[in-house]
Each structure stands twice: as C-alpha cells, then as structure tokens.
C-alpha cells in the first residue's frame, strides 16, 4: 500500500527530507519504522529504537499499534515540551 510520511523538526533537519510517499508492506506503525529503518543507513540511524521519537497515524499521537491503511498519513517527530 501507499501511504505518506511526514517528518518534523530534528528529524527532518536530519534526514534532509519533510515528506516521503512510501510503498509499504507493513501492517502497523512499528513494523513501518523497522521498515524505513531498513531503507537506508540514514534512517536506521535516527530513527533507531532506544531513540526519543513520537508517532502519529493520521495526526493522531500513537504508540506504533495502529494499523495502517492505504494512503493514510504517518508522522515521526521528537518529543516536545511546553514552557
């Protein structure tokens, strides 16, 4: 299926790139961030597990158990705090 990737704030300053439309064959969002973890070197490493990153699955915060569907919308970004 084809979904689309959104990269925010460090992550995307990181990977050099904000948006990615993806052909997956992943059922949820964590075998996704395997996935991309296994799509190039870059990848594997900012968004290797131990690493501080949130997810959402159609702008909705998640915990990577979601399942995915064609053409939904997933975002990766680091954790933020209010001041």
């Excluded at 084809?2 to 300053?13: G, V």
């Amino acid at each position: 299926m084809k979904i689309s990737i959104r990269f925010f704030s460090s992550l995307r300053e990181q990977l050099g790139i904000g948006v990615l439309e993806f052909e997956t064959q992943s059922r949820d969002v964590s075998q996704l961030r395997s996935e991309l973890m296994l799509f190039q070197p870059q990848f594997a490493e900012v968004l290797a597990p131990g690493k501080a990153i949130r997810m959402a699955l159609n702008q909705v915060v998640c915990d990577g158990s979601e399942a995915l569907s064609e053409a939904c919308e997933v975002a990766f970004f680091p954790p933020v705090t209010g001041g």
